[in-house]
């Protein structure tokens, strides 16, 4: 028996293919859904449950995710080769950073205190 078909026994008896199927769809996410790449980003692949969660920049593009879910299921079938793909998860539209405005330094040591409130009138029986 030769080392390839060894390696492939392994694979095939430890459920590896599953996971190497899955790091494939994160690594190759670009080239499964290049019409998404730019809007929607491939988070995690659980093997256990074959789940894809799939993080969108926006709630438009999560709408749209999922309403597309069953053809985005079969091109990453036909992608694969094996329905390792069996739910998609749309997480969370991913928070945009941006950068803070500065603050200007204030020097709050010679500073007046604030006043205090004003007192309320007191109410007129009536």
């Known amino acids: 028996m030769g080392l390839t078909a060894v390696l492939e026994g392994l694979v095939a008896a ?13 690594a190759d996410w670009e080239r499964i859904a290049p019409n998404l790449a730019g809007h929607v980003q ?28 069953p053809a985005l299921l079969q091109r990453i079938t036909d992608h694969t080769g094996a329905a390792t793909v069996r739910s998609i998860r749309v997480l969370s539209p991913a928070a945009r950073t941006t950068p803070a405005a500065p603050v200007a330094a204030t020097d709050t040591s010679t500073a007046p205190a604030p ?6 009138p007191e109410p007129t029986p009536g």
């Open 14 to 26: 430890r459920a590896w293919q599953v996971l190497a199927a899955g790091a494939g769809i994160l």
């Open 42 to 69: 491939a988070a995690a692949f659980d093997p256990a449950t074959g789940r894809l969660d799939l993080r969108p920049d926006s709630a438009s593009w999560a709408t749209h995710l999922r309403l597309q879910t």
């Open 115 to 120: 006043a205090p409130p004003a007192a309320r």
